[in-house]
């Protein structure tokens, strides 16, 4: 209000250039803010339930423990001299490239992390830290903007009606504070990107030289130009998550599209399970009980046991006996086991796909939830943390899936897991 | 081959047998991960796993690897090209990417070729498949492994 008050003086005073530069300022003010808010930082997916096996195989072979929760794992890189530690995820079983850092509000891993911009609701990171520098560049010019014309807005008015009367009218105050934190918030980004460091280094001091004589910034490339440019006009590398992926609760996920994956594990399988919560805490207190009982052997994947086995007990139909290789098939297989009071949901497809009575199953996935197949204790395959049975079953699965399938089996069962060790996690 | 037989057991045996050969098993994965030690640019470890010893040689193992490398070097290198592109998508409030795609982007599109051929050609034949890194979000390059079978033709 006081703003167009000021420009409609200014523009009938001194030129109607001043609105109209400044209404370009703001738009271009807006389209930067827009920019930084809905782009991707630059988050890292997840990983997937095999690669998360493997890790933390390497991990317990290289620790020895068999604990629940394995101690922090890092691991140390030497960068140009200057040894980085990496440090592994819980929450996205990875190790952290360097720079990079957990979001706690966003819940991701996000790469070169800077820091998460409350005004602008994201974080800031790889992906759209020119555009946030961009705005905060634009947001000084058009806050000293404003200042210089509510001060020559005073100034005219004053010698009309005097300067108390012309100061209590104008904003002043306001654009002052503004100024002076929004441009302080500049240059201090401004010296962050010259040395080619993230806030977070910043602040944590990581490359300080009161750390450590030797202590240097391994990233930076030298001289202030060539930071400069390479945070503002380097390569802006491709999103590597699928944020317009159809998320589908109990239905057949089609095979991932080539570039990025949907992978917000947790949102997803968090989404997937709000109709199953009663199901995934049940199985969940189910797979707590069994915790004590061993880790079922990872066998290697003997698709032949179909074959083999004369007691496989009526028709299996070709496409679903095929895909499911590993040692979940030898469980459900022709054994009538008795129902326990909770299913596990680790095994859920597993159990949909085979039909244990000899009928055939035209969509397995449509099945209602009776035709669980019930697992003995026994045959719970892990304790909480490690994987469940999930994961030998999901490295066919989702080779599978990829290939042959539709991947049925393999969103459920990365959901399933995700679900269950994000509860059991809790 | 399809062999009738007047069990079924059998036929379902050879029926299952026949799709088997179709589809083989995955017998397991192995995970090339990240090699930060140039710092955060995307590079892969060229370390030869130990599982893929009886499948491949190393030397054409190491080959793919690097060759990975030097085309994600190219994807980020910072260079005159790379600036132009930046400052012209600046200065066009970044709308030109809704004609032409980034440059990082069309190295991905080679990576993806170089890959489907490196599958045909060397990788399919020995039971192994690539998959693309992009795919697993640049963490890591997943290598499955295939049961070899001895049972009926090559694929």
Request: glycine residues 6%; neutral net charge; contains cysteine.
């Amino acid at each position: 209000m006081q703003e167009s008050v000021n420009c409609q003086y200014l523009a009938l005073q001194l030129t109607p250039a001043i609105p109209v530069i400044g209404g370009v300022l703001f738009l271009f003010v807006l389209g930067t803010l827009l920019r930084t808010s809905f782009s991707d930082p630059g988050v890292l997916p997840r990983a997937t339930p095999d690669e998360a096996a493997d890790l933390e195989r390497q991990i317990d072979v290289a620790n020895g423990s068999t604990g629940y929760r394995p101690p922090p794992r890092t691991k140390e890189v030497v960068i140009n001299g200057q040894t980085v530690k990496l440090k592994y995820c819980f929450t996205c079983k990875i190790f952290r490239p360097p720079r990079a850092s957990h979001c706690s509000l966003c819940d991701n891993c996000v790469e070169r992390f800077d820091h998460h911009c409350p005004w602008v609701g994201n974080c800031v990171g790889r992906r759209n830290y020119r555009f946030f520098y961009m705005f905060i560049l634009s947001l000084s010019f058009l806050t000293i903007f404003i200042f210089a014309f509510v001060i020559t807005h005073i100034i005219l008015r004053s010698h009309q009606n005097g300067f108390l009367k012309a100061l209590k009218e104008s904003p002043v105050v306001v654009c002052f504070f503004s100024v002076w934190s929004i441009v302080g918030l500049s240059g201090f980004h401004t010296y962050l990107i010259s040395s080619n460091q993230t806030t977070n280094e910043d602040i944590k001091g990581s490359w300080s030289s009161k750390r450590g004589k030797d202590n240097h910034n391994p990233y930076s490339h030298g001289n202030i130009f060539t930071n400069c440019c390479a945070a503002l006009c380097g390569p802006l590398p491709p999103s590597l998550i699928d944020r317009r992926g159809f998320i589908q609760s109990d239905t057949p996920q089609l095979a991932p599209p080539t570039n990025g994956i949907t992978m917000y594990g947790a949102t997803q399988s968090q989404q997937s399970h709000m109709c199953d919560q009663d199901q995934c805490i049940q199985s969940t207190k189910f797979v707590l009980q069994a915790a004590a009982t061993p880790l079922l052997q990872q066998q290697s994947s003997e698709p032949v046991i179909l074959t083999a086995s004369p007691e496989n007990g009526g028709s299996l139909p070709g496409r679903t006996s095929l895909t499911l290789a590993g040692p979940c098939t030898s469980l459900p297989l022709g054994q009538p086991t008795p129902p326990t009071s909770t299913p596990s949901l680790s095994c859920h497809e597993a159990t949909d796909m085979l039909p244990i009575h000899g009928h055939s199953h035209t969509h397995p996935l449509q099945e209602p939830l009776a035709h669980h197949h019930f697992l003995t204790p026994e045959e719970v395959p892990s304790p909480p943390g490690m994987l469940p049975c999930g994961s030998p079953m999901g490295h066919s699965h989702t080779m599978q899936a990829s290939f042959f399938n539709p991947a049925s089996q393999d969103s459920l069962h990365e959901d399933s897991v995700r679900g269950l060790v994000k509860l059991s996690s809790v | 081959m399809y062999f009738v037989s007047r069990k079924c057991a059998v036929v379902r045996i050879y029926q299952v047998r026949l799709q088997d050969l179709q589809q083989p098993a995955v017998s397991s994965k192995v995970f090339i991960q990240r090699d930060y030690s140039s710092g955060t640019i995307c590079k892969f470890q060229t370390k030869f796993p130990s599982e893929l010893e009886s499948r491949i040689d190393k030397q054409q193992f190491e080959e793919t690897i690097q060759t990975l490398n030097n085309l994600y070097a190219e994807a980020e290198k910072l260079g005159g090209k790379s600036y132009l592109e930046g400052c012209l998508a600046c200065l066009t409030a970044y709308t030109i990417f809704l004609c032409m795609e980034t440059h990082y982007e069309k190295v991905l599109k080679k990576i993806a070729r170089y890959i489907k051929d490196q599958n045909e050609k060397i990788y399919a034949p020995r039971g192994l498949l690539l998959t693309d890194p992009i795919e697993r979000g640049l963490r890591v390059v997943e290598i499955t492994i295939f049961e070899d079978r001895s049972i009926g033709s090559g694929r």
